[in-house]
């Protein structure tokens, strides 16, 4: 996995390490601390830094995550105090993980005259819709509304349907009650049936989800260029897409839009500029073939609850979730002009890889490694052309005489310039993620199942120009990047090849660890995969996406139904009593 060259950066050992520091507070009263280097450098870019230090910066990021230091300076001390908050975090933040796979399911839909088909789909998808989230995904519960509206001119302008957790009452609901008719001007009364639906219906669960389908704008002219506008200053009854959008927020309902054509464009502008960016579903009708609309709904609307529970799940609060979804408006998808920016020099810093399930188990292993250095040149895309939870994603491409390769180069939000530990840490679990899956290969073509399971790459970059560290990898191209499955155990596309393979790493590694969060892109013979999350035993390993046995047992092993592959590789029966923990 290691393919860099240049000088060893980081291989001093000292077997006689000190019990005091004199750059720090830290005193090392512990044997297992005792290969710890500990240098009199500080963490100067280009300079060694020692692995005291990085251990130093992680127990004090991790202290800093669950918001607990401790008023001792022994480090043995500060570890135990540190792994016991650590314990208390996980604890909450799986009793929410657990909350967030109940569901709020609200259909706002336009029903005027042209909406007929639309209806019928509406109707027609919902059980196809929840035998697939539940085939893979049982422990998800939904609860389904609906909230019809059509205009002001219309005597039954609101329709409203409270939550249920009955797929068919909902059915019936739809088939009797709610008919496409009526409707004046071109614009409709969509703020009236977004604010009923926020303010008039019982948002119960952790996870509330809006789903929007209309073929037409608002009353207005800042929504619309409609010459059939009776209400061209804006709704007659005085709401406004901020007052209204902002309730929703401040419920933390999470807003998608089925779109049907582009008269609802300006519409669409205008809300996010003031909510951010959000999904919007392609539900053009095509013909008069009924049971494509359908399919289309239920890709939509699956889409939109797996996203949900996912964005509940990992971000853990709605300030957060909002925060992501401004942060997306930053983005530009579009590769940029490469020969208008300037070059940047950096270092490509790389870990030796384990190669052993004692290296891969040694805590401590990764802190004492040796890193190479090679020499890079590249140019960096000004704007990300992708965010998630923790990082910016940039198009990135390296400028070497010998090569031209196109990268990715992944940023975290919230780290400072010149800090590398954290990205030290991204390719710790990467490296992990990739020896486990060389061994899965191996087992794996033992038994006639010929495609792989492969992690990138991951480098440490550190760019000299601008004194900042980065991860990078190579950019996949020509592909269509997905996310299989969720660290907080939810399976959004399903592979049997995928859940065996945490099931592999589960077994292989005697219950220390399991590989999860699986993404990336799905090729004729392989899984190419990024950005991994590792549940372990050992809470101060992996991040703060490490969910720990808790983790490994309640949100992973609970969900998993062993197939084919589980089998054939003769993985053990996960226990019966994790299913209904």
């Known amino acids: 996995m290691a393919s860099c060259f240049g000088k060893p950066w980081l291989i001093k050992k000292n077997k006689k390490t000190e019990n005091n520091c004199s750059t ?150 739809i088939t009797t009650k709610v008919t496409a008719i009526g409707g004046g001007d071109e614009p409709e009364d969509v703020l009236g049936g977004l604010n009923a639906a926020i303010t008039r219906m019982t948002w119960s669960n952790a996870t509330r989800v809006l789903i929007h389908i209309g073929d037409a704008p608002p009353h207005g002219r800042r929504f619309n260029n409609a010459v059939d506008d009776r209400y061209p200053n804006g709704d007659p009854k005085g709401l406004t897409a901020e007052s209204v959008l902002k309730k929703m927020q401040s419920k933390n309902i999470l807003y998608h839009f089925g779109k049907i054509n582009d008269t609802t464009n300006c519409m669409l502008k205008v809300f996010r500029e003031i909510i951010g960016e959000f999904p919007v579903f392609d ?74 399930l004692a290296e891969v188990k040694d805590e401590y292993y990764f802190i004492n490694s040796s890193f190479t250095v090679q020499n890079i040149t590249f140019k960096l895309a000004p704007q990300p052309f992708s965010v998630g939870a923790e990082r910016y994603a940039y198009f990135a491409f390296e400028t070497n005489i010998i090569r031209s390769n196109k990268l990715v180069i992944k940023k975290y939000h919230d780290v400072k310039i010149g800090t590398i530990e954290r990205y030290l840490e991204s390719v710790e679990i990467s490296s992990v993620a990739y020896f486990l899956s060389t061994e899965f290969n191996k087992a794996a073509k033992q038994v006639g199942v010929n495609k792989k399971v492969t992690f990138i790459d991951v480098k440490v970059l550190y760019d000299k120009t601008d004194n900042a560290y980065y991860s990078v990898e190579k950019y996949f191209s020509n592909s269509v990047f997905k ?16 859940e065996a393979f945490a099931h592999f790493t589960y077994q292989y590694t005697e219950g220390y660890l399991v590989v999860y969060d699986l993404q990336g892109v799905d090729l004729h013979n392989e899984f190419l995969l990024t950005d991994p999350a590792i549940h372990c035993v050992d809470l101060l390993r992996f991040g703060i996406t490490n969910l720990g046995k808790s983790g490994i047992q309640r949100c992973i092993l609970a969900n998993h139904k062993c197939n084919d592959i589980c089998k054939k590789l003769k993985l053990k029966k996960v226990k019966s009593e994790w299913k209904i923990l």
């Open 283 to 356: 539900l053009k009708t095509t013909g008069n073939n009924p049971e494509i609309l359908v399919n289309k709904f239920c890709k939509a609307t699956c889409t939109a609850i797996f996203s949900s529970v996912t964005l509940t799940t990992t971000l853990r609060n709605s300030k957060s979730i909002y925060s992501l979804q401004r942060k997306k408006l930053q983005i530009n998808p579009h590769e940029p002009n490469w020969t208008t920016l300037p070059k940047k020099t950096g270092e490509l810093l790389c870990y030796v890889p384990p190669k052993t």
């Open 24 to 173: 720090s507070s830290c005193h090392v009263k512990d044997s297992r601390f005792s290969s710890i280097t500990i240098h009199n450098s500080g963490s100067i870019p280009g300079s060694p830094i020692s692995n005291k230090k990085l251990l130093e910066e992680r127990l004090r990021r991790y202290e800093d995550e669950v918001g607990q230091t401790s008023s001792t300076s022994i480090l043995i001390d500060r570890v135990t105090y540190l792994r016991k908050n650590r314990e208390n975090n996980v604890s909450k933040t799986i009793i929410n993980i657990e909350n967030s796979k109940n569901v709020d399911l609200c259909f706002v839909l336009d029903c005027t005259s042209s909406m007929d088909g639309h209806i019928k789909a509406a109707k027609g998808h919902i059980l196809k819709v929840a035998n697939y989230v539940n085939s893979y995904n049982s422990n998800i519960k939904f609860w389904i509304g609906f909230c019809g509206y059509r205009d002001h001119c219309d005597s039954d302008r609101l329709q409203i349907f409270d939550f249920t957790d009955s797929l068919e009452k909902f059915k019936i609901y």
């Open 483 to 498: 996310r299989f499955n969720v660290n907080s155990g939810l399976i959004t596309e399903f592979h049997s090849i995928l």
